[in-house]
């Protein structure tokens, strides 16, 4: 089955400076690759999501790049702010049906 | 859009009575819900999946007869954790999508907090 693992487990960065979160997945049919932010005692939020038709995706801040031929995806987010601490999930759909398997989180710190 | 809302947020109950929680679509209609389990500084655990008017299929090592799942509509899905145990104490979130013909976008809830006495 799928197995998606996530790095770094923790990330500090200085307010203003770019994080990157890593994802890696087993199965080449994963074709569906959703990032969640989830803040302390609250459900995940979708920030972005790719699809592997494309190897790119921009959403002001937030990027997405996609390698499906070393299955890996990364969360690109510029210009760090404090709102942007909180735990962060990588997520990668199931050859069958439309389920998700989730990275194991990346706990994000923007020090101001 | 994509609204999902969960009730209530948090619950605490005795051990061996039974807590329903339920989880709605405001904005859309979603052919599928899901529901995972989170316990502290873990990752989601999916659960089962549900589609509307038919039974929900349960992950591996999941008791179907102690989760009830029930999708009656297109809009509601109901958890119901049966004699609970302080070791279903845990962070149960629902996640809701609707058929696109590849796989959905899954909006989630904002959670339950289950404490079991």
């Known amino acids: 089955g799928e197995n998606v693992e996530q790095h770094p487990s923790t990330l500090s960065v200085q307010e203003g400076d770019s994080a990157v979160i890593k994802c890696t997945y087993s199965d080449s049919a994963s074709n569906y690759f959703p990032w969640y932010k989830q803040e302390l005692g609250k459900g995940p939020q979708l920030i972005i999501d790719i699809r592997s038709n494309v190897g790119e995706k921009k959403d002001q801040r937030i990027a997405v790049t996609l390698n499906k031929t070393a299955k890996h995806f990364s969360l690109h987010i510029t210009e760090t702010q404090p709102e942007d601490s909180a735990v962060y999930f990588c997520a990668a759909d199931r050859e069958y049906g439309n389920k998700l398997v989730f990275g194991a989180g990346t706990i994000l710190r923007v020090k101001s | 859009g994509a609204v999902v809302s969960q009730h209530p947020s948090w619950v605490i109950c005795k051990s061996g009575t039974s807590v329903k929680i339920e989880c709605r679509s405001l904005?859309?209609?979603?052919?599928?819900m899901f529901w995972y389990r989170q316990f502290p500084k873990q990752s989601l655990m999916l659960m089962a999946t549900s589609n509307e008017g038919s039974k929900a299929t349960y992950e591996q090592g999941v008791e179907k007869d102690k989760f009830l799942i029930n999708h009656a509509s297109l809009t509601l899905s109901t958890l119901t954790v049966t004699s609970a145990h302080p070791e279903d104490s845990s962070f149960y979130i629902c996640?809701?999508?609707?058929?696109?013909?590849?796989?959905?976008?899954?909006?989630f809830g904002p959670g339950t907090r289950l404490t079991v006495l």
């Open positions: 996640s809701a999508a609707w058929s696109s013909g590849r796989t959905d976008t899954q909006y």
């Open positions: 904005d859309f209609q979603a052919t599928t």
